[in-house]
Nanobody, 123 residues
Framework: QVQLVESGGGSVQAGGSLRLSCSAS????????MGWFRQAPGNEREGVAT???????TYRDSVKGRFTISQDNAKNTLYLLMSSLKPEDTAIYYC?????????????????WGKGTLVTISS
């Protein structure tokens, strides 16, 4: 079992930056693919960025070049640095994890979820 707690959400103007953090606890000695998903009002949850246990990263096209996923293994913390934010980035952002070796791209692939942190971008 892994427990995930997000922090760092907030309200910023378009063009601004935010850094989300996700603190992991529990069975953190195992390897996981971890990631960030988001859900805007009226929309389905979608993947934003993922990082495999070996450090391979993937991003959805709309955030490439603007968002960076990273991990501090010593602190059991996952980050998402978001820059050049746009109003369409407004959503609840969720930290998620699934055991390494499994698919790690879609909502149904992921096993553990945080409760989410709200990001609001104003124009």
């Amino acid at each position: 079992q892994v427990q995930l707690v997000e922090s760092g959400g907030g309200s910023v103007q378009a063009g601004g930056s935010l850094r989300l953090s996700c603190s992991a606890s529990g069975s953190t000695s195992s390897r996981y693919c971890m990631g960030w998903f988001r859900q805007a009002p009226g929309n389905e949850r979608e993947g934003v960025a993922t990082m495999t246990g070996s450090g391979i990263t993937t991003y959805r096209d709309s955030v490439k070049g603007r968002f960076t996923i990273s991990q501090d293994n010593a602190k059991n913390t996952l980050y998402l640095l978001m820059s050049s934010l746009k109003p369409e980035d407004t959503a609840i952002y969720y930290c998620t994890a699934t055991p390494a070796g499994r698919a790690c791209h879609y909502t149904n692939d992921m096993t553990y979820w945080g409760k989410g942190t709200l990001v609001t971008i104003s124009s």
